[in-house]
């Protein structure tokens, strides 16, 4: 199998991803374009925004919410989330007595369709390493103080499933249109290091 | 394999900073190496576990100096050379080309993509070997060490935990990474105590992690 | 600690250069590090278990990325800091004021180095206890994740090993390195064959490795 | 307890050498002529050379490798070697059927008063990592390619105990003294992973 020579004596990420792609258009392997719809994809149509809006409607609909926690690829796949890193995508609620959070200590597995990219945060390998031994210890470091009454479950991405949070509801959010809640829920919450704030 | 990225549970690497402005790509190359490395799966004729494997593969010091799409830039190079579509040095090559050094570029070599019969697309498949396993049921993580590409992190190995439920089957990454079959497997999400994997004196909490059937026996 | 340090069984390493005309110390500061090294225990009133620690507690990208003598000069200043026989900051100000820098050098803190009881120079110890095994029984090795620090590699947790020789006793290093007392035990040369801790597709071959009497269970 | 800034945050270790050493002098906690003393003697006088002693002398005096084998550390005693890093040493003989190397996989742990400070190559994570894995590939890779009837062990100096190899003395060296053959010896033949040879 292929040894690559060491970073120290090979030419930096920068210029061989331009190598790359000169040497994979030439042989009329990839066509610019299609990598162009696959970045334009991630950057602007897929993102925090689509997990929000799944969120939002769990709170408002307690049939969605049901459905939500029973098979989150379906539910998700009705508001139109699916696709790459989400052939099967479970759907994980925080209670008052349970908080959950998301980790893939092998790699970086993450439910692109409903939150895209992961952040660099979820890519540390200091995330990596210690949300699985000290999760309550690292929460806090990240701003998040959970009471000691507070059970806490660290899910693992080691295969295909992805998981997916379902936030509280903050108190204080009676009023709000779903589409007013989803602004409030935020990338982090989804992923089990923050909660929604009523804003 | 027993590798710089199964870090669950691994010590001494500080404390974790969140950007909240931070933008998708910090920088224009990192959104081509990750085009690219989506595109590199196909045209080498690999999948998605070859390219983890391929992650693993770089030496701990390049994995850890490179970024995340550093990372992934490399691995498309190596599964593309892995696979012949590109020579051996051929990116190095034109890198330097493209910085103005007068470089010779190697000369294509013959393809050899992997040879194997998939499933179907993607990594669930349907199968029907009755389940060996079921929610309620204590098992063991398999203490096996592998050289190869494996989704069972060392931190589990061996230790003692509860199913908690059953997940679609999938292809096995151990053999697909591979190329020597897809075998797919059940999948179950198990239990972990956490005093069970780091001890007495550990934090009080759960870890849920996914296993493919082959790596759990009865306990 | 489950630190970078357990190198034991990790893979994608690549492979060794023997340099045949390598030099004791390639640098001059190589060798003012070792010596300062060497006197940093003395200084700070700690031990050779500290050290090691210390060394351990770097950034896993440190410790790959500073040498040999790299990490040594940086325990060196971790335990005289620890210590307070240097303010925290006072090496890299002082640093920098050599550089040309102009930069306010942090005033001298309390000392407080470590109180506790030693049993005598050095790390072997003549203890009374009754050895718990004997050569030629199999046993166990603990299968206990530490926090701090161990000399139980992971490599060899949770497998399974014959005694071959009992060695003179020593301070344990999980207690010493952390200055809790000296704990002194029996210490132990266990064989492990490869297959049990590599799997069946492993090279044949053993592993003889010391283990104190705590690492250890009957099996 | 003390946390060090990240390498890149920080001075060199070369000028950090430097500084730390100026601050213990001006506070009177070390000696400049202490630590040249250090550097003097395993520069100087401590090295290969000794442990080539030891192993020439138990070549042609068989009663000296009976004690050896018994108790290395008296043996070596007797030559002159001791002090730190050898408070136990354990000599391990190599036959034809089976061979003996030595590593340090937690730090870089090594016979001091025998063969002086580790190379390079004993304080690489490949060999630290592989040589408990992987021996006989790795000693192959190494210069040393074993017949797979030869047995190896590997012996990890986990604890206080410092483990030599006694190597075989090669064929055609039947009318060398001893200090003839204390010049075959190397360094690497005495951690395992070379074999001598007559020259």
Same mark, same amino acid.
């Given at each position: 199998m292929t040894e690559l020579p060491r970073s120290e004596d090979y030419p930096s990420p920068q210029i061989r991803v331009e190598a790359l792609e000169a040497l994979l258009v030439e042989r009329g392997l990839v066509d610019p374009n299609v990598l162009d719809g696959f970045i334009n994809r991630y950057v602007?149509?897929? #993102?925090p925004m689509n997990g929000a809006k799944v969120v939002a409607k769990a709170w408002v609909d307690d049939d969605y919410r049901k459905r939500l926690l029973a098979d989150g690829t379906e539910a998700c796949k009705e508001l139109g989330f699916g696709g790459p890193q989400g052939e099967h995508i479970v759907v994980v609620e925080n209670t008052p007595e349970m908080h959950n959070m998301v980790v893939c200590t092998l790699c970086s597995c993450y439910p692109w369709p409903l939150l895209g990219l992961p952040p660099n945060w979820y890519k540390d390998p200091a995330y990596r390493a210690r949300s699985v031994r000290e999760p309550r210890a690292l929460l806090k470091e990240m701003g998040l103080d959970l009471p000691d009454s507070v059970e806490i479950t660290v899910w693992d991405s080691s295969a295909e499933n992805r998981y997916f949070i379902l936030p509280m509801r903050p108190e #204080?959010?009676?009023?709000?249109s779903e589409d007013e809640l989803a602004k409030l829920v935020s990338r982090d919450a989804m992923v089990g290091v923050a909660q929604v704030t009523a804003g | 394999m027993d590798g710089i990225h199964d870090m669950g549970g691994t010590q001494g690497w500080g404390s974790v900073e969140i950007? +909240?402005?931070? +933008?998708?790509?910090?920088?224009d190359w990192e959104a081509r190496a990750f085009a690219l490395s989506l595109a590199s799966m196909g045209v080498s004729g690999t999948n998605l576990d070859a390219f983890r494997h391929g992650l693993e593969r770089l030496h701990p010091v390049d994995y850890l100096s490179e970024g995340y799409y550093g990372r992934w830039i490399s691995t498309a190079e190596l599964l593309c050379v892995d696979s012949g579509i590109l020579p051996p040095g051929a990116v190095a090559a034109r890198a330097r080309v493209m910085q103005g050094e007068k470089v010779d570029e190697p000369a294509d070599v013959e393809t050899q993509k992997p040879q194997y019969e998939r499933g179907g697309a993607g990594s669930l498949r349907e199968i029907e070997d009755t389940p060996k396993f079921e929610a309620g049921q204590t098992i063991r993580a398999s203490s096996l060490r592998k050289s190869g590409h494996t989704?069972? +992190?060392?931190?589990?190995?061996g230790r003692t935990g509860t199913v908690i439920a059953r997940r679609p089957a999938a292809v096995l990454p151990d053999s697909t990474a591979h190329f020597t079959g897809e075998d797919p497997q059940h999948v179950y999400t198990v239990e972990f105590d956490s005093t069970e994997l780091w001890g007495e004196g550990a934090e009080k909490s759960k870890v849920r992690i996914d296993l493919f059937e082959s790596y759990m026996e009865a306990a």
């Open positions: 602007n149509d897929v #993102g #204080g959010t009676e009023g709000l | 950007d +909240p402005n931070e +933008p998708v790509f910090k920088e989704r069972l +992190p060392a931190y589990v190995r």
